[in-house]
T-cell receptor, first 117, second 111 residues
Framework: NAGVTQTPKFQVLKTGQSMTLQCAQD?????MYWYRQDPGMGLRLIYY???????DKGEVPNGYNVSRLNKREFSLRLESAAPSQTSVYFC????????????????FGPGTRLLVL | DAKTTQPPSMDCAEGRAANLPCNHS???????VYWYRQIHSQGPQYIIH???NNETNEMASLIITEDRKSSTLILPHATLRDTAVYYC????????????FGKGTRLSVIA
C-alpha cells in the first residue's frame, strides 16, 4: 500500500517548456488535490477533483490544467512553464463524498520539486 | 485567505508539553478545526480534528474553547521528531471543501 505517489521527484524546465506531473493513489479515494508550496509559505490549492470525472479550480489555477484520468490518477499539466511556477507541488487524496462530512483526512504525496529557469 | 491566526514560531524543550495556539474568531457553526503538520520538506500529515468537544488521539490532544473562537493543540511529550510546521485549518462539515493552509507555526523542539 504505497499511499499517494508522485512522479517525477525533481524536474528542471526552461521557460516555455511543458510538462505533466503525475499523481496516483491506491487507497480507493474519491477526491484528489494539487497544491503548490513556495519557500516559507503555506500550501495553496491549484485544482481539485471531488470525484472521478469532475475538476474544480482552487486558489491559484492560472497556468495549469488538470486531468482526472481515472479514480486512481490525477495529473497536473504546465503548458508553458514560467519562472513563477518554480515551487514544490504536492498531490493529496481523501476519501471524499458528501457523506464523509468533516471526517475528511487528506493524505499527501512526497512532492515534486520543480525549477523553471 | 486562511481563517486562522497562529504564531509564526515557538520553541519547546524535549520531553515537555508543546502547546500550540490557534485563533479562529470567525469560525462558523458548521466548521471543524483541523490540525496538520509538515516535517521539513515532506507532505503534510493529518494530526487531529474537532468541532466543539476536546479530542485526543495517539498523536495529540485538541482543546477548543467553549465559544469555539480559539483552540490549542497539545503534544504531551515533545520529541525532536516533532519539530515541524503546524497548520491549524477550519473547514465546513459538509461537502468536499478543500483545506486552506495558512503559514502555520514553526515548532522547534530543543534537546
Amino acid at each position: 500500500n504505497a499511499g499517494v505517489t508522485q512522479t517525477p521527484k525533481f524536474q528542471v524546465l526552461k521557460t516555455g517548456q511543458s510538462m505533466t506531473l503525475q499523481c496516483a493513489q491506491d487507497m480507493n479515494h474519491n477526491s484528489m488535490y494539487w497544491y503548490r508550496q513556495d519557500p516559507g509559505m503555506g500550501l495553496r490549492l491549484i485544482y481539485y477533483s471531488a470525484s472521478e470525472g469532475t475538476t474544480d479550480k482552487g486558489e491559484v489555477p492560472n497556468g495549469y490544467n488538470v486531468s482526472r484520468l481515472n479514480k486512481r490518477e490525477f495529473s497536473l499539466r504546465l503548458e508553458s512553464a514560467a519562472p513563477s511556477q518554480t515551487s514544490v507541488y504536492f498531490c493529496a487524496s481523501s476519501e471524499g463524498g458528501a457523506r464523509q462530512g468533516a471526517r475528511e483526512t487528506q493524505y499527501f504525496g512526497p512532492g515534486t520539486r520543480l525549477l523553471v529557469l | 485567505d486562511a481563517k486562522t491566526t497562529q504564531p509564526p514560531s515557538m520553541d519547546c524543550a524535549e520531553g515537555r508539553a508543546a502547546n500550540l495556539p490557534c485563533n479562529h474568531s470567525t469560525i462558523s457553526g458548521n466548521e471543524y478545526v483541523y490540525w496538520y503538520r509538515q516535517i521539513h520538506s515532506q507532505g503534510p500529515q493529518y494530526i487531529i480534528h474537532g468541532l466543539k468537544n476536546n479530542e485526543t488521539n495517539e498523536m495529540a490532544s485538541l482543546i477548543i474553547t467553549e465559544d469555539r473562537k480559539s483552540s490549542t493543540l497539545i503534544l504531551p511529550h515533545a520529541t525532536l521528531r516533532d519539530t515541524a510546521v503546524y497548520y491549524c485549518i477550519v473547514r465546513p462539515y459538509s461537502g468536499n471543501t478543500p483545506l486552506v493552509f495558512g503559514k502555520g507555526t514553526r515548532l522547534s523542539v530543543i534537546a
